[in-house]
């Protein structure tokens, strides 16, 4: 099949209904997770009395042109946050005290952030949620769309980069590798996906481990309904 003839497959395929019809079913969860997760890797709280911190993030979905395959806007972290400096993110943040929901959080994160303040994104679901032991936070995941790309406008004490990257890169398993860190005092396993050279690791790759995880069950249950 040549790579025009893919790209269309793969557009019929991964439509924003599909994936939203997808997100209502069972997710495929923390085995899906783990094969972006460094090893090792505290999956949950210290205690099941210990309240994490709340934060909601931002998987944005969107032709990057009319009739193009769907794209996500991925972020690079400035050197000046709190947390997880330098290191590419989904969208996404904190909950505040006057958050309807997490699902709010991580649209209004997204428009202090990168400047997608529109109501025209649709939440299409939810992922499962991953635990980051070193701020301490329960990131819950949402997926949404917008039916144009979005114009950005970068929060520059918290975003250094704005990455847009068509969601069949992470489908491709070059552009997945692994890295051994040293942290500790031994060794960690850490998987991560190149894209254009930045290394996406850690809960990010877990979430995006998680949706591809997804369309990759899309494409094969078309591919079997066709046989």
């Not at 099949?1 to 991964?14: E, W």
């Not at 025209?120 to 329960?138: H, K, N, Q, W």
Request: glycine share 8%.
């Amino acid at each position: 099949m040549d790579k025009a003839h893919d790209v269309t497959n793969r557009k019929s395929i991964l439509t924003p209904g599909r994936i939203e019809e997808a997100l209502r079913g069972p997710l495929p969860g923390r085995p899906a997770q783990m094969r972006m997760a460094p090893i090792p890797r505290p999956l949950d709280p210290p205690t099941p009395e210990h309240q994490p911190r709340k934060a909601g993030v931002l998987l944005l979905l969107y032709p990057a042109q009319k009739g193009s395959e769907l794209y996500l806007v991925l972020t690079r972290r400035t050197e000046s946050v709190a947390d997880h400096k330098g290191q590419i993110s989904l969208p996404g943040g904190a909950v505040h005290p006057d958050d309807l929901s997490l699902a709010h959080t991580a649209l209004r994160e997204a428009c202090e952030e990168v400047g997608i303040c529109t109501d025209d994104a649709r939440v299409l679901g939810m992922l499962t949620p991953v635990y980051i032991e070193p701020s301490d936070f329960c990131v819950q995941p949402y997926v949404a769309y917008l039916p144009q790309r979005p114009t950005f406008e970068l929060q520059p004490d918290e975003v250094a980069e704005i990455l847009e990257v068509p969601v069949s890169h992470f489908l491709d398993e070059r552009n997945v590798a692994v890295d051994e860190w040293m942290a500790h005092g031994g060794s960690m396993r850490v998987p991560y996906f190149d894209v254009s050279g930045h290394k996406v690791w850690g809960a990010t790759a877990m979430v995006l481990a998680e949706f591809t995880a997804i369309l990759s069950g899309l494409l094969s249950f078309s591919a079997g309904a066709r046989r």
